[in-house]
């Protein structure tokens, strides 16, 4: 009899023991979770979503973690009881329910991460009270809309770059990435492409293509894999966004620059014309970006896409003065919009090797004539010069 008391007694410290080390394992799980749902108490909903893992914040945005504090009354928490704890990993599961101030009892589960030597709150699920609704998830937009929201993040870094001031861009990003950099955090993420001065609005005359098919992953990102059909270098993407407020925001962003397929490096070395296509995509870009430049008598864009030789020759005010009358006279040089060049003669290399496009747009009421250099840098052709003038129609 005295053994198997002996024997039981063995067994209830053995469990004893272990429950002891479950709960000292796991300790770091309730105390952050303590600290996250203490600081939602305390008013200070953006300290606790800050202190949320990337995931968690890449997946909801601040208004949306708002929302659903102000949805729910876990914003009045007073304590919590864990009935499940369990690492595996780097992941923790705690399971059970907080109570409130108030008296209420709220069934909740999290799940965590180890990240940075801490564990964060990775995600929450509470269980749903009264009718409960199916939740639409958010649906991967049209094709055309797609397209135009690539090209709208990529002209924006393209800007950025140029300019060497990423404050535009910036704005422009979803409040989870801002929370975590900052403009001159960006800048130096792409300070390469500012050094080596590549010009990325040439995507303005090009419709980006998809290698992936746009999907939205478990953490509700939209995820755009792609490239645009640039000459003589391609410029592919990965593109992330999240929704927020009711729409997508850029979460992300990459962007690199490789040989297009059929395409030689050495063109200019070779002296080669480029396509007929590649010669008006080239034409429109370069008459565009002017045209908007006296439109707006502000030459910083124009100015960021021209050649890097012509630009350590040139200011900007130097750049708009042969453009003055245009100005003045608010001649609206957009005309060509949506309007092809027609080129007067062959494009040729003069005798430095620049690149020669003479040519016209037939707008009305007035024509609208060009000369443009190009030079070959870092495989982007270039402007080096330009001359345009105006004649009325006859």
Same mark, same amino acid.
Request: hydrophobic share 40%.
């Given at each position: 009899?005295?053994?198997?008391?002996?024997?039981?007694?063995?067994?209830?410290?053995?469990?004893?023991?272990?429950?002891?080390?479950?709960?000292?394992?796991?300790?770091?799980?309730?105390?952050?979770?303590?600290?996250?749902?203490?600081?939602?108490?305390?008013?200070?909903?953006?300290?606790?979503?800050?202190?949320?893992?990337?995931?968690?914040?890449?997946?909801?945005?601040?208004?949306?973690?708002?929302?659903?504090?102000?949805?729910?009354?876990?914003?009045?928490?007073?304590?919590?009881?864990?009935?499940?704890?369990?690492?595996?990993?780097?992941?923790?599961?705690?399971?059970?329910?907080?109570?409130?101030?108030?008296?209420?009892?709220?069934?909740?589960?999290?799940?965590?991460?180890?990240?940075?030597?801490?564990?964060?709150?990775?995600? !929450?699920?509470?269980?749903?009270?009264?009718?409960?609704?199916?939740?639409?998830?958010?649906?991967?937009?049209?094709?055309?809309?797609?397209?135009?929201?690539?090209?709208?993040?990529?002209?924006?870094?393209?800007?950025?770059?140029?300019?060497?001031?990423?404050?535009?861009?910036?704005?422009?990003?979803?409040?989870?990435?801002?929370?975590?950099?900052?403009?001159?955090?960006?800048?130096?993420?792409?300070?390469?492409?500012?050094?080596?001065?590549?010009?990325?609005?040439?995507?303005?005359?090009?419709?980006?293509?998809?290698?992936?098919?746009?999907?939205?992953?478990?953490?509700?990102?939209?995820?755009?894999?792609?490239?645009?059909?640039?000459?003589?270098?391609?410029?592919?993407?990965?593109?992330?966004?999240?929704?927020?407020?009711?729409?997508?925001?850029?979460?992300?962003?990459?962007?690199?620059?490789?040989?297009?397929?059929?395409?030689? /490096?050495?063109?200019?070395?070779?002296?080669?014309?480029?396509?007929?296509?590649?010669?008006?995509?080239?034409?429109?870009? /370069?008459?565009?970006?002017?045209?908007?430049?006296?439109?707006?008598?502000?030459?910083?864009?124009?100015?960021?896409?021209?050649?890097?030789?012509?630009?350590?020759?040139?200011?900007?005010?130097?750049?708009?003065?042969?453009?003055?009358?245009?100005?003045?006279?608010?001649?609206?040089?957009?005309? !060509?919009?949506?309007?092809?060049?027609?080129?007067?003669?062959?494009?040729?290399?003069?005798?430095?090797?620049?690149?020669?496009?003479?040519?016209?747009?037939?707008?009305?009421?007035?024509?609208?004539?060009?000369?443009?250099?190009?030079?070959?840098?870092?495989?982007?052709?270039?402007?080096?010069?330009?001359?345009?003038?105006?004649?009325?129609?006859?």
């Amino acid at each position: 009899m005295k053994k198997g008391l002996i024997g039981l007694v063995v067994v209830l410290v053995v469990i004893g023991a272990i429950i002891l080390f479950v709960f000292l394992l796991t300790g770091g799980l309730t105390r952050s979770a303590d600290q996250f749902f203490t600081l939602v108490r305390e008013g200070k909903a953006k300290d606790a979503y800050l202190s949320g893992s990337r995931e968690f914040q890449a997946s909801a945005s601040e208004e949306d973690f708002a929302a659903f504090l102000k949805s729910s009354t876990i914003a009045d928490y007073e304590s919590a009881s864990w009935t499940s704890r369990s690492i595996s990993g780097k992941i923790g599961e705690l399971e059970g329910s907080i109570k409130t101030r108030a008296g209420g009892i709220i069934p909740i589960k999290l799940k965590l991460i180890k990240e940075d030597g801490k564990w964060k709150i990775h995600a !929450i699920e509470k269980a749903a009270a009264g009718l409960v609704t199916a939740k639409t998830a958010p649906t991967v937009p049209a094709d055309d809309e797609l397209k135009a929201m690539t090209s709208r993040s990529v002209l924006l870094l393209a800007r950025a770059i140029n300019s060497k001031d990423f404050s535009e861009f910036y704005n422009a990003t979803a409040k989870v990435w801002q929370s975590q950099t900052n403009p001159e955090d960006l800048k130096e993420t792409f300070i390469k492409y500012i050094e080596r001065n590549i010009d990325l609005t040439i995507i303005e005359a090009y419709s980006p293509e998809f290698s992936d098919k746009p999907a939205i992953d478990e953490s509700g990102r939209l995820i755009l894999k792609g490239y645009y059909p640039t000459q003589p270098s391609r410029l592919s993407f990965t593109i992330k966004f999240i929704r927020q407020e009711s729409e997508w925001k850029l979460v992300g962003i990459y962007v690199s620059l490789e040989e297009a397929p059929g395409s030689s /490096s050495s063109a200019a070395s070779k002296k080669e014309i480029p396509s007929e296509d590649q010669l008006v995509a080239l034409t429109n870009r /370069s008459m565009m970006l002017l045209a908007q430049a006296v439109s707006r008598d502000d030459f910083s864009d124009f100015y960021g896409s021209i050649a890097t030789q012509w630009q350590q020759q040139i200011t900007k005010d130097k750049l708009r003065e042969p453009l003055t009358n245009f100005i003045e006279k608010k001649i609206p040089l957009t005309i !060509i919009e949506g309007v092809s060049p027609v080129f007067s003669e062959k494009p040729y290399f003069d005798k430095d090797g620049v690149l020669i496009v003479n040519g016209q747009y037939p707008t009305k009421p007035y024509l609208v004539e060009f000369r443009l250099d190009f030079v070959n840098e870092e495989s982007q052709w270039r402007l080096l010069g330009f001359n345009v003038t105006t004649r009325n129609q006859k």
